[in-house]
């Protein structure tokens, strides 16, 4: 098996589509094409993880921490960032990150997050914008029904729990070919009407090149006419952050003392108690005090982040409790759910959990 193959995998899970502009997700470090002998997966690529790959024979990381995050205007080893691409390349170990395009699919570090803690029916905090796109074509319509399926196969038509899904007109289509034309009806410079169906389907944007590729071999004329729309619908499984809710509501104390136990962390720093019970939860894995107001609106009873800052805090006004468990205990569970997709979707493969506690934060 390729590096390109498991990449393959993961993509299923957390395209790269849906990373955020400002991240730096993918193969970061080695060659697609390369021969894998093990799976290491971390959620930081340190020093002390590329060797525990080379001790444990893998030559793939997969980290949901970006080493390289800025540019790399030298590999001279003056910094740790430098030193462990260095060390990669010397012992042909390749690094794939997927950070915030595995954040922004409602099953990846959120949901972790509501798995441990017991939250249910969940939904996305701050859904991506312009992640669905809409494609009209128009087509023979006795030939309609081979395009369509071609589309569905390729994964268009999917809203919600919905599959299959199009919309469809029925008209008359016009068309004349010139001299270095070859229509499938009608005859080069003479006007041809045909009975047509016009197809409406939407898709996430990752699929759009699967999804016109469908199109273009299914399609029967020469020159194919299709439009492509950027849509502001909102996609119910893409964008950060979880809102869940436990089956019956406890108070604020129980509710911190359950984070502090099920995130296990040794300090949970939380904003003025409001008095009201917890039932209604959002949760953001990483520095998540951009989505305090996003939180507000979802009307939950406690946001569950890390990184707030002194400030941050005031902005709760007593509307909901806000609780920090730190960065790392925020997305320690991400390791735990790679591993598991991954052995699932590559049986009787080295896929491997990596020891390192790679939390470079102490509580004393």
Do not use: W
């Not at 081979?146 to 809203?159: K, P, S």
């Not at 108690?273 to 939180?295: E, P, W």
């Amino acid at each position: 098996m390729k590096v390109k193959h498991i990449i393959q995998r993961l993509e299923q899970l957390a395209p790269l589509d849906y990373a955020e502009n400002f991240d730096n997700v993918g193969l970061l470090v080695g060659d697609a094409e390369m021969n894998v002998t093990g799976v290491l997966i971390t959620l930081d690529t340190t020093e002390e993880v590329v060797d525990e790959a080379i001790s444990r024979e893998c030559n793939f990381i997969v980290s949901f921490h970006p080493i390289i995050f800025n540019g790399l205007k030298s590999l001279t080893g003056k910094t740790y960032v430098e030193r462990v691409v260095i060390k990669a390349i010397q012992h042909n170990i390749a690094i794939y990150s997927m950070h915030t395009a595995l954040d922004n699919t409602l099953f990846g570090v959120n949901e972790a997050i509501c798995e441990a803690l017991g939250l249910r029916n969940t939904r996305i905090l701050i859904p991506q914008k312009h992640t669905i796109r809409k494609l009209i074509t128009y087509v023979p319509k006795n030939q309609s029904d081979i395009v369509r399926e071609a589309l569905f196969d390729a994964g268009a038509g999917n809203i919600g729990n919905y599959s299959n899904c199009s919309f469809n007109l029925e008209g008359k289509g016009t068309f004349q070919g010139n001299d270095f034309s070859n229509p499938t009806v009608g005859e080069r410079n003479i006007l041809h009407k045909e009975d047509e169906t016009q197809i409406g389907v939407i898709f996430p944007k990752h699929l759009q090149s699967k999804v016109l590729n469908a199109l273009r071999e299914s399609h029967p004329y020469e020159e194919i006419a299709y439009e492509v729309y950027v849509l502001e619908n909102a996609h119910q499984h893409i964008g950060l952050g979880v809102v869940g809710e436990f089956s019956k509501p406890m108070t604020e104390n129980d509710f911190l003392y359950h984070l502090k136990d099920k995130m296990q962390t040794s300090c949970v720093r939380y904003s003025e108690l409001t008095g009201k019970m917890i039932q209604k939860v959002a949760v953001l894995g990483g520095s998540g005090a951009f989505a305090i107001d996003a939180a507000k609106a979802a009307k939950v009873d406690a946001f569950v982040s890390a990184d707030f800052k002194y400030h941050d805090f005031f902005k709760a006004e007593k509307q909901l409790l806000l609780a920090d468990i730190g960065h790392f205990e925020s997305e320690q569970y991400t390791k735990l759910l790679l591993f598991d997709y991954l052995t699932k979707k590559i049986p009787n493969f080295a896929i491997i959990l990596s020891k390192i506690n790679t939390n470079p934060i102490k509580y004393y």
